[in-house]
């Protein structure tokens, strides 16, 4: 259950109805860029979202976060199914202003993925979500919850939970906010719990095939109990998505790191051509920050790699380094491409004081080495190009793999 830190609606921000679909939603109007849809997860609702909401609306999109039907201020429906949410998300969407982008958190992620290929999204982001069943830890308390769910009503199984967080020495959260969490448990339809409590133990798997728009996978490095980071790692390579870890987070990143998750949202849905948006210099900057992307081994490989890191450079307000990293990232993946071996990763991370830019290959035979006047013996002369404009370059040797990085004072 992710727990908001604060009910009190931001300024800008207010409480709508799409009342032909029965929903309930959170919105706040921007201007000229598009719009946002926030589908929450199981047990949650649109407040999960309040602390994302103002800054990425003061980037000038309209943010809209909803309750699923049977969830919290949204009306119950007579049956429940995966299909049937996403119905709900494409319909919302229909109704915002144009591109759109859905970012669905957990349980919300599975139903965004459903929704992909339903609707001409702008981006689909997958937030601590994944494919396949959820982490074997969750097993045992969603098959009492869904025993329970038959058996007691929502009081009484709230007031089971809050005894045993007491006794479990798990502190209460300030009262206000324990409040909420009361009303939300009590107005959400048991039937619809049930169901996605079901989903999670089936753990239908991801298909992605058809899917609109830039795909993101992202999860908070410090979850634990959702879906593992390989199943999340694996998605995102399968279906040919970025991957982003942030920074300390764990399963909410909306609520536990919410200025580390709306700079990576922003840097993912704004282009670095877009003259609509400017950026000053390390803005959302996040020390710890890694964006992932998988890359096949051909000449649009290049291209993709240089656009990935340069949107990001740009989004974090270094743009004064972009060229630099633009021919470094080139180099590196021109190499990898020549030189390596199945499926190529190019990884961008943010560290205290400098950005890295890291390509990894599956051949760890042939690597780049100083070898006198001529420079760098794989990779010529362009590889000796990193050597010059990078502060710091090297690399690592696996058993299978090898990768190879160079470092860009931020």
């Not at 946002?36 to 976060?65: Q, R």
């Not at 958190?105 to 601590?128: K, P």
């Not at 448990?185 to 298909?207: E, F, H, S």
């Given at each position: 259950m992710s727990t908001p830190r604060s009910i009190a609606l931001p300024t800008?921000?207010?409480?709508?109805?799409?009342?032909?679909?029965?929903?309930?939603?959170?919105?706040?109007?921007?201007?000229?860029?598009?719009?946002?849809?926030?589908?929450?997860?199981?047990?949650?609702?649109?407040?999960?979202?309040?602390?994302?909401?103002?800054?990425?609306?003061?980037?000038?999109?309209?943010?809209?976060?909803?309750?699923?039907?049977?969830?919290?201020?949204?009306?119950?429906?007579?049956?429940?199914?995966?299909?049937?949410?996403?119905?709900?998300v494409c319909a919302v969407a229909s109704t915002l202003p144009g591109p759109v982008r859905l970012v669905g958190h957990s349980l919300g992620g599975l139903i965004a993925g459903r929704a992909a290929a339903r609707f001409d999204w702008a981006g689909v982001t997958l937030l601590n979500s994944g494919s396949?069943?959820?982490?074997?830890?969750?097993?045992?308390?969603?098959?009492?919850?869904?025993q329970a769910l038959e058996h007691f009503t929502p009081e009484q199984i709230w007031q089971a939970k809050v005894a045993g967080d007491?006794?479990?020495?798990?502190?209460?959260?300030?009262?206000?906010?324990?409040a909420f969490l009361?009303?939300?448990?009590?107005?959400?339809d048991p039937r619809g719990m049930a169901v996605m409590a079901r989903i999670l133990l089936d753990g239908p798997l991801q298909d992605l095939q058809g899917a609109h728009g830039r795909l993101l996978v992202a999860f908070g490095v410090e979850d634990p109990d959702s879906w593992s980071w390989q199943a999340q790692v694996d998605l995102a390579s399968r279906w040919k998505a970025r991957l982003a870890t942030i920074p300390g987070a764990a399963h909410s990143p909306a609520v536990e790191a919410p200025e580390a998750t709306a700079a990576l949202l922003s840097a993912t849905f704004i282009e670095a051509s877009d003259p609509r948006c400017?950026?000053?210099r390390r803005s959302g900057y996040e020390v710890g920050m890694q964006i992932v992307t998988p890359l096949a081994?051909?000449?649009?490989?290049?291209?993709?790699?240089?656009?990935?890191?340069?949107?990001?450079?740009?989004?974090?307000?270094l743009s004064d380094i972009a060229d630099d990293a633009e021919i470094i990232t080139s180099e590196l993946v021109t190499n990898a491409i020549a030189h390596g071996g199945g499926l190529i990763e190019l990884r961008l991370s943010a560290l205290d004081d400098r950005v890295r830019i890291t390509v990894m290959d599956g051949n760890p035979h042939d690597v780049p080495k100083v070898a006198g006047d001529r420079g760098l013996?794989?990779?010529?002369?362009?590889?000796?190009?990193?050597?010059?404009?990078?502060?710091?370059?090297?690399?690592?040797?696996?058993?299978?793999?090898?990768?190879?990085?160079?470092e860009l004072a931020a």
């Amino acid at each position: 259950m992710s727990t908001p830190r604060s009910i009190a609606l931001p300024t800008g921000v207010r409480r709508v109805r799409f009342d032909d679909l029965g929903i309930a939603a959170l919105r706040a109007d921007g201007h000229s860029m598009g719009s946002i849809l926030l589908a929450p997860g199981f047990t949650g609702s649109k407040e999960d979202f309040l602390a994302l909401i103002a800054p990425m609306n003061a980037m000038g999109w309209t943010v809209v976060a909803i309750d699923h039907r049977g969830q919290y201020e949204s009306d119950p429906r007579d049956e429940y199914s995966l299909d049937i949410w996403a119905d709900d998300v494409c319909a919302v969407a229909s109704t915002l202003p144009g591109p759109v982008r859905l970012v669905g958190h957990s349980l919300g992620g599975l139903i965004a993925g459903r929704a992909a290929a339903r609707f001409d999204w702008a981006g689909v982001t997958l937030l601590n979500s994944g494919s396949g069943p959820i982490h074997q830890s969750q097993h045992d308390r969603l098959k009492l919850l869904i025993q329970a769910l038959e058996h007691f009503t929502p009081e009484q199984i709230w007031q089971a939970k809050v005894a045993g967080d007491e006794a479990n020495g798990i502190a209460a959260p300030p009262p206000e906010i324990m409040a909420f969490l009361h009303q939300r448990w009590l107005r959400t339809d048991p039937r619809g719990m049930a169901v996605m409590a079901r989903i999670l133990l089936d753990g239908p798997l991801q298909d992605l095939q058809g899917a609109h728009g830039r795909l993101l996978v992202a999860f908070g490095v410090e979850d634990p109990d959702s879906w593992s980071w390989q199943a999340q790692v694996d998605l995102a390579s399968r279906w040919k998505a970025r991957l982003a870890t942030i920074p300390g987070a764990a399963h909410s990143p909306a609520v536990e790191a919410p200025e580390a998750t709306a700079a990576l949202l922003s840097a993912t849905f704004i282009e670095a051509s877009d003259p609509r948006c400017v950026r000053p210099r390390r803005s959302g900057y996040e020390v710890g920050m890694q964006i992932v992307t998988p890359l096949a081994a051909d000449s649009a490989a290049i291209r993709r790699a240089r656009k990935t890191v340069i949107d990001q450079l740009w989004a974090w307000g270094l743009s004064d380094i972009a060229d630099d990293a633009e021919i470094i990232t080139s180099e590196l993946v021109t190499n990898a491409i020549a030189h390596g071996g199945g499926l190529i990763e190019l990884r961008l991370s943010a560290l205290d004081d400098r950005v890295r830019i890291t390509v990894m290959d599956g051949n760890p035979h042939d690597v780049p080495k100083v070898a006198g006047d001529r420079g760098l013996e794989i990779g010529g002369r362009g590889m000796a190009l990193v050597q010059a404009l990078a502060t710091d370059w090297g690399l690592e040797i696996g058993t299978e793999s090898k990768q190879v990085w160079a470092e860009l004072a931020a």
